[in-house]
């Protein structure tokens, strides 16, 4: 079994900043990537930012505000939200992409997600 939990969401103003924490636990061998998605309501889940072996991308529309890192001794990923806006409020998801012990594969597991909200 494999869980992935995120946290750090909230209510801030714009021009304001947030930091989300998803942590991957359970029966891991390691994760090869690690990213984060938001999904605001009536639209569709969008990528935001994703790590693999130290190389971040970025959707354009984050790109200078957010910073995606990871701790990989804990299989933790961490995204720094700088400089938000009203149109970053969503649900932030975290998705691993993990090899499990006691299987042969490499699987995707997402989080339950995050509330983010950017007031005007």
């Known amino acids: 079994q494999v869980q992935v939990v995120e946290s750090g969401g909230g209510l801030v103003q714009a021009g304001g900043s947030l930091r989300l924490s998803c942590a991957a636990s359970g029966s891991i061998r390691s994760i090869s990537t690690m990213g984060w998605y938001r999904q605001a309501p009536g639209e569709q889940r969008e990528l935001v930012a994703i790590t693999r072996d130290g190389n971040p991308n970025y959707a354009d529309s984050v790109k200078g505000r957010f910073t995606i890192s990871r701790e990989y001794t804990k299989n933790t990923v961490y995204l720094q939200m700088n400089s938000l806006k009203p149109e970053d409020t969503a649900v932030y998801f975290c998705?691993?992409?993990?090899?499990?012990?006691?299987?042969?594969?490499?699987?995707?597991?997402w989080g339950q997600g995050t509330q983010v909200t950017v007031s005007s």
């Open positions: 998705k691993a992409y993990v090899f499990a012990i006691g299987q042969s594969g490499l699987y995707a597991y």
